[in-house]
């Protein structure tokens, strides 16, 4: 039996764990500057990229794809290299990867704070960027199969298939998520539309949970808690069955997002069903990492790294209990669209995520420098800041949650909403909002102080960027099963079947959900005064988007009491026909917008925009005072009706060639409707005559990107009147 | 439940046989997935799990039964 000598590249590794520390506290902080808008709402008053809407995607993107995603890299170059006896297939790609990943985070932190967005969550980014993850992403697969196919140790362990399937998963998911129609280099129609688009978008939302925050973090938790705590994982059967489970299953779950939406029964209904199913494979993994544990837990008492990996798996199995329970369609009422879902989220990240990247730095950095880590006391004092950070910020958020809905949901006994102003529940959850914002410092604290911990670490180290290792060769052996081999133990060394299996365990549900929906036609019922959004709305549309406006206001009437009684008749699936991309939301911080259409003045709509706080008292909105002064920009309003040509929305030729003056039109008569406000017409007209007078440009108001806005809002929700409901089909 | 998957579907000829498949390959797929595990050996178990750590063996490659 030769041995044959190779080197660990700990370089690549070295990287990607700078890259997560960074991008960490970066994303984290972009999170405590949102949760201080919620206090300050004036703070960033007048900069329209360091406002709300756009920086929530911001933060969301950095702490999934910049925070997670380098932590995933950095634990999975680390572990695959150990787990196959073999160096990374090629430097090359390793680079690629890691600098083709930070291009399109330094991308996504620049174009989303400049309003560049898809609107669709956690894949938000724009085309051009699209297609650079994919090309890293797919370089990052092929480095990882090909080290498979060179490895020097026969098994794949259960860690290698988890990072497979992440690696084919998340390819699925991105790529039929972004299909969409370029307009210009930063902006796109997705090819979906409504009921259709949100579907897609939750089936890859839910998903995105599944595969990058979670699977890949399993894979993690597998070889990295037995690692610490020097002790196999409790159950290797469990694990083979826990992997198979969560990857069929989960795939399935993405409608739960979209309970009592205009989403068909049939889809919710198996969406809910799939998602009480995965209780039992999450639990499955929760226990088999936990019990890992058995007879050391002497050991957690004193080694930091155990104590976070600890904390992780049981938020782990907190947020996996949670999951199931939101999804039943009682709890949901509750709970969607409300703070409770913040708090849910924040425990998958701050402690699952969170904890257990922390933990596994402090576990590889000494080992990567061939030292002892600094400072145990230090990483204590981490441990605890950040757990109690973590019960400061879940804790009020559910309380808020539960309070906001239970006002919501409030009536009278003569039948009237007790809230009927939203803003009362808004100011009754502020001290909540307080706490939040201290909780979420309090974790920042701690990442702080890792990261002084980490830097002291590495100084009294040396870095060892290329690690002498060694191993027999694989000898080449049958493809075929030999005698009395397992099924399983066959399909263990052999890699690309073994992916294959995988990927069709995921496509299952996926297809059984998505390609029915593409294909029968009559699946959204068709509601005849639907029409097509005038040009005008059209770009309206977008500058709603561009804002971010989603990111605080739904536009999604469920079906309940409570809700037709404060917004208006409930939302039906065929008046979303044209909603190429849909903008349902998923948080109501503000309340919902879907039959705000012919409810306020034009009027109110402009003052409300410059000065939230002056039509409603006590608002948490941000004031966007560019849109009343910026000029809309019309240049591509053609192409982006040729677009929507393509996609199916009838507007004609003729109606295309002349948008221009439709679109003037259009602006003009909501020009007209603002005279009506004396205040509004005398401070218009002192601005022109001082832009004459001083030789300026003067944009007329019905030029002006408010016009536009003005013009989607009024058109919201007013396509149906209660007398046309008769004539929807009920197929 | 049927009627949740039939809904919209009804179009389609022979749709009733969807929820037939879906819980064949549900049925199928779990019952595949426990014979595995059970007759999976406990040496190769015990040996897979022990990768992540470094042990002093150095475990011979050329059969796959033995590793």
Known sequence: MELQQFYYDNKIVKKFIIATMFWGLIGMSVGLLLASMFLFPTITDGIPWLSFGRLRPLHTNAVIFAFVGNAIFAGVYYSSQRLLKARMWSDFLSNFNFWGWQAIIIAAAITLPMGFTSSKEYAELEWPIDIAITLVWVAFGANLIGTMIKRRQRHLYVAIWFYLATFVTVAVLHIINNIEIPVSAFKSYSVYSGVQDALVQWWYGHNAVAFFLTTPFLGLMYYFVPKAANRPVYSYRLSIVHFWSLIFIYIWAGPHHLLYTSLPDWAQNLGVAFSIMLLFPSWGGMINGLLTLRGAWDKVRVDPVLKFMVVAITGYGMATFEGPMLSLKNVNAIAHFSDWIIAHVHVGALAWNGFLTFGMLYWMVPRLFKTKLWSTKLANVHFWIGTLGIIMYALPMYVAGFVQASMWKQFNPDGTLTYGNFLETVTEIMP?????????????????????????????????????????????????????????????????????????????????????????????????????????????????????????????????????????????????????????????????????????????????????????????????????????????????????????????????????????????????????DPDFASTYEADKKYASENNEEFIEMRNREIVALIAYLQRLGTDIKAKDLQEISTN | ???????????????????????????????????????????????????PLDKEDVSDNSNPLQN
């Open chain 1, 432 to 676: 909540m909002y307080w706490m939040r914002a201290i909780g979420g410092s309090l974790y920042i604290v701690g990442a702080i102080v890792m990261l002084y911990n980490i830097i002291k670490t590495a100084r009294q180290g040396s870095a060892v960027e290329d690690e002498l290792a060694e191993a027999a060769a694989l000898t080449r052996v049958t493809p075929k099963r030999i005698k009395g081999e397992a099924y399983h133990s066959w399909l263990e060394r052999r890699p690309v079947k073994l992916t294959i299996f995988a990927t069709i365990a995921i496509l299952i549900g996926g297809a059984a959900q998505i390609i029915p929906s593409l294909l029968v036609d009559d699946y959204v019922p068709v509601i005849s005064s639907v029409k097509p959004y005038t040009p005008l709305e059209l770009e309206g549309r977008d500058i709603y988007i561009r804002e971010g406006c989603v990111s605080c206001h739904s536009q999604m009437v469920r079906p309940f009491r409570s809700e037709v009684e404060r917004y208006g008749e409930y939302s039906k699936a065929g008046e979303y026909r044209y909603d190429f991309p849909f903008l349902w939301g998923s948080k109501r911080t503000g309340p919902d917008l879907h039959r705000i259409g012919q409810k306020y003045s034009d009027n109110w709509h402009l003052n409300h925009m410059y000065d939230p706080r002056s039509t409603s008292a006590g608002s948490i909105m941000p004031a966007y005072q560019w849109l009343i002064k910026d000029k809309l920009d019309k240049s591509d309003t053609q192409t982006k009706m040729r677009a929507m040509q393509t996609l199916g929305v009838p507007y004609s030729d003729a109606e295309v060639a002349n948008a221009e003056k439709w679109m003037l039109a259009q602006g003009t008569k909501i020009e007209e409707n603002l005279y009506s």
């Open chain 2, 1 to 51: 439940m049927f009627k949740f998957v039939k809904g919209p579907l009804e179009s389609i000829d022979g749709v009733g046989i969807y929820p037939l498949i879906s819980l064949l390959i549900f049925f199928i797929f779990f019952v595949a997935l426990f014979w595995w595990v059970i007759t999976a050996k406990k040496d190769y178990i015990n040996q897979v799990s022990n990768l």
